[in-house]
């Protein structure tokens, strides 16, 4: 009984042998300490973490449209249709091939 009013009354930090007690105490603190920082600093990568690779999803959604829309373009009937209007038709000849010995 004797010792848990002694813990209560925090005699262990104003006793002969206090300065062992505090050092440890502030040794504790300190791990305390480093431990929270530690855990919000794996916090915040694992948001940053999550940011990119939702940036990633978007730009490759993006790529992916513009490949499509690329390919669109490049297809031979549409740039017939496109060229119409202007008067260019497709050549009704083959090429000729010239050969340089």
């Given at each position: 009984?004797?010792?848990?009013?002694?813990?209560?009354?925090?005699?262990?930090?104003?006793n002969e042998g206090a300065l062992k007690n505090w050092r440890m105490i502030f040794f504790l603190s300190t791990l305390a300490l480093i431990m929270i920082?530690?855990?919000?600093?794996?916090?915040?990568?694992?948001?940053r973490i999550a940011q990119l690779n939702d940036e990633i999803k978007y730009l490759k959604s993006q790529f992916i449209e513009g490949r499509s829309q690329l390919m669109d373009r490049k297809m031979e009937s549409k740039i017939i249709t496109q060229l119409r209007d202007r008067g260019v038709k497709p050549a009704t000849q083959p090429p000729v091939k010239i050969v340089v010995k």
């Open positions: 009984m004797k010792k848990i009013i002694s813990l209560l009354n925090i005699e262990f930090l104003v920082g530690s855990g919000h600093s794996a916090d915040g990568k694992i948001f």
